[in-house]
């Protein structure tokens, strides 16, 4: 089972709270429940509200990753990216395979089943969705406390 990250962007007010009158979906990456325990663990999340009408106090709360997190969260999808990479690479293709700098990692000479790598590549494609939703906050919205990685 999964879930989503979610980029938004919420409509804010000089009064510092955010708004859902005007929302935008930036963008939105699935995550696996596994790794989403993995990154909860190591980085909370945090309740953010969101007020439904300019001036009023109503509003509901949403969880969402924490802005000071954003940069040590992309080190570490970064870092686990590589060691699935790695990890990936050696049981598809055998260790001394890819050994050899000057060449490429190639399948052409072993039989690999191909759930494997269905496999190999869901995790590659979830991975590296995740890790551009994140990118995509820290380079473009790092500044900017109305956009928000929120589950979705």
């Known amino acids: 089972m999964s879930q989503s990250i979610n980029l938004v ?8 709270r955010i708004y859902e009158t005007k929302t935008e979906l930036i963008e939105t990456a699935f995550i696996s429940t596994a790794l989403l325990k993995e990154l909860k663990k190591e980085f909370p999340l945090v309740e953010r509200k969101i007020y439904e009408v300019l001036g009023a106090d109503e509003h509901y709360s949403i ?12 080190v570490k999808l970064e870092g686990m990216f590589l060691s ?5 690479s050696e049981r598809l293709l055998g260790k001394t395979d890819f050994q050899d700098d000057k060449n490429l990692p190639s ?8 759930s494997d790598i269905s496999e190999s590549i869901s995790r590659f494609r979830t991975l590296s969705n995740i890790i ?15 956009v928000v990685l929120k589950l979705g």
């Open 9 to 16: 962007a919420y409509e804010s007010a000089s009064d510092g």
């Open 63 to 74: 969880e969402c990753f924490n802005d000071a997190d954003i940069e040590r969260i992309l």
């Open 84 to 88: 699935v990479l790695k990890s990936d």
């Open 107 to 114: 399948a052409q000479s072993t039989y690999i089943k191909s």
């Open 132 to 146: 551009y939703i994140f990118s995509l906050k820290n380079s473009k919205y790092s500044g900017d406390n109305s």
